[in-house]
């Protein structure tokens, strides 16, 4: 049953625009995570947020800035996209800092043309 | 953080045992091993954790060699429904950060 939610499913947009993507978990966890899945299928970590609190930032690009409302938001905006964004962002969360059991979300696709 | 090696694909017939292994042989004391799974179109799924010997869930069950420098994840009659990409990761737990670190995994291809 999915309990982490993210939308949109799929966005196009052209390079240089500004995009927005949602996630939230209804699973009372305090840690929520933003991966990138490039087109070879690998994971990448991008932020960490612990309880609104961002506690890692894995050196992306200054154009991704992650957003929290409350912990069980956290959204991802990138300002000015570019080609080499194209990619999969997935949307994770767990139940502390500590826990490495992570419940993903379905991801959102996004493509630059 | 101890690196995996994994085989990059396995085919195996719907009804059929599956066992796909993991080689960590760096893993230190503190690292636990996780397995996840992910179908297209859909984020990673946590299939099940240990440290040493043998685990097992309703999923899947999992053997760590005495050394911890090889483990195996068995999944009983797979169908088609089991295949995705099967990704072995070696953290350290309650490690500050809560990071997952994904190899290239393992793609089960499961023939009807």
């Known amino acids: 049953e999915t309990a982490v939610f993210q939308t949109p499913n799929y966005h196009v947009t052209q390079v240089g625009n500004e995009v927005s993507f949602n996630c939230k978990q209804t699973?009372?966890?305090?840690?929520m995570y933003w991966y990138k899945q490039d087109s070879k299928k690998l994971l990448k970590i991008m932020f960490s947020?612990?309880?609104?609190?961002?506690?890692v930032n894995e050196t992306v690009p200054r154009r991704f800035s992650p957003q929290s409302s409350d912990k069980a938001h956290l959204n991802l905006r990138i300002k000015s996209v570019e080609p080499e964004d194209s990619a999969v962002y997935l949307c994770?969360?767990?139940?502390?800092?500590?826990?490495?059991?992570?419940?993903f979300g379905p991801g959102t696709r996004l493509l630059v043309l | 953080l101890a690196k995996t090696t994994q085989p990059p694909s396995m085919e195996a017939y719907e009804g059929q045992e599956v066992n796909v292994s993991c080689s960590h042989t760096?893993?230190?004391?503190?690292?636990?091993i996780y397995w996840y799974r992910q179908v297209p179109h859909q984020g990673p799924q946590f299939i099940i954790q240990?440290?040493?010997d043998y685990v097992v869930n309703e999923v899947a069950s999992l053997f760590i060699s005495a050394d911890r420098k090889l483990s195996t994840l068995s999944l009983p009659w797979v169908s088609l429904r089991d295949a995705a990409v099967y990704y072995c990761?070696?953290?350290?737990?309650?490690?500050?950060?809560?990071?997952?670190?994904f190899g290239a995994g393992t793609q089960l291809i499961v023939i009807p």
């Open positions: 994770a969360s767990s139940i502390g800092v500590n826990q490495d059991t992570q419940y």
């Open positions: 699973l009372g966890h305090d840690t």
């Open positions: 947020y612990n309880n609104k609190q961002l506690i």
């Open positions: 760096n893993i230190a004391t503190s690292e636990y």
């Open positions: 240990g440290y040493k």
């Open positions: 990761i070696v953290t350290a737990r309650g490690s500050a950060l809560g990071r997952l670190h």
